[in-house]
């Protein structure tokens, strides 16, 4: 199986900081990577499919980018509601794995 | 709009089967490019992806269940299901049904989730 690792596990920062979660994925997926937010007792929402292609509907401060084994996942200027939990999903073989999510509260 | 619904018991006894099904509205489980499938979280921790079911019934399970595992379409229903044998407490968990879009590479809808406890 393809092992994601996420870094940080977890994040504090405030309302309109710019911040960048990152993911490593331990063999190449290309460019077959999706980054998805997820709040307590909600599923997960995709944000950024295919590395760096915009959901539609997700605002554009959020940006994703990387190819092959890292990738980035960037909020530009964060809104309230953007605190929550971030995991990352190679989509690339089976089984499809995903990281272990970065935590992202408030400071 | 798609929207997918979980349904089973939220208890299971060890040893015994977990059966889910999903049932899918807006869009049609006959119809190719998408992927069903069922993930699952386990309480405070993170995504398992355990496999999916295709419109012409081809599957994929995770070889760490597949042995347990069986997914099925009912397509007069519009519904896909998951049968998990012999569970343990480490099924405990809960159960997202999901659509994968498979060009795009990622899940674009997801069910509520439904949790699943195993214990006697």
């Known amino acids: 199986d393809i092992q994601m690792t996420q870094s940080p596990s977890t994040l504090s920062a405030s309302v309109g900081d710019r911040v960048t979660i990152t993911c490593r994925a331990s063999?190449?997926?290309?460019?077959?990577l999706a980054w998805y937010q997820q709040k307590p007792g909600k599923a997960p929402k995709v944000l950024i499919y295919?590395?760096?292609s915009l959901e539609s509907g997700v605002p554009s401060r959020f940006s994703g980018s990387g190819s092959g084994t890292e990738f980035t996942l960037t909020i530009s200027s964060l809104q309230p509601d953007d605190f929550a939990t971030y995991y990352c999903q190679q989509c690339n073989s089976y089984p499809y794995t995903f990281g272990q999510g970065t935590k992202l509260d408030i400071k | 709009q798609v929207q997918l619904q979980e349904s089973g018991p939220g208890l299971v006894k060890p040893s015994q089967t977990l059966s889910l099904t999903c049932t899918v509205s807006?869009?049609?489980?006959?119809?190719?490019?998408?992927?069903w499938s069922w993930i699952r979280q386990h309480p405070g921790r993170g995504l398992e992806w355990i496999g999916y079911?295709?419109?012409?019934?081809?599957?994929y399970n995770n070889p760490s269940l597949e042995s347990r595992m069986t997914i099925s379409l009912d397509t007069s229903k519009n519904q896909f299901s998951l049968k998990l044998t012999s569970v343990t407490a480490a099924d405990t968990a809960v159960y997202y049904c999901?659509?994968?879009?498979?060009?795009?590479?990622?899940?674009?809808?997801w069910g509520q989730g439904t949790l699943v406890t195993v214990s006697s």
């Open positions: 999901a659509r994968d879009r498979g060009a795009e590479g990622s899940v674009d809808c």
């Open positions: 807006g869009a049609s489980v006959s119809s190719a490019g998408y992927f």
């Open positions: 063999q190449s997926v290309s460019n077959w």
């Open positions: 079911i295709y419109f012409n019934g081809r599957t």
């Open positions: 295919k590395a760096s």
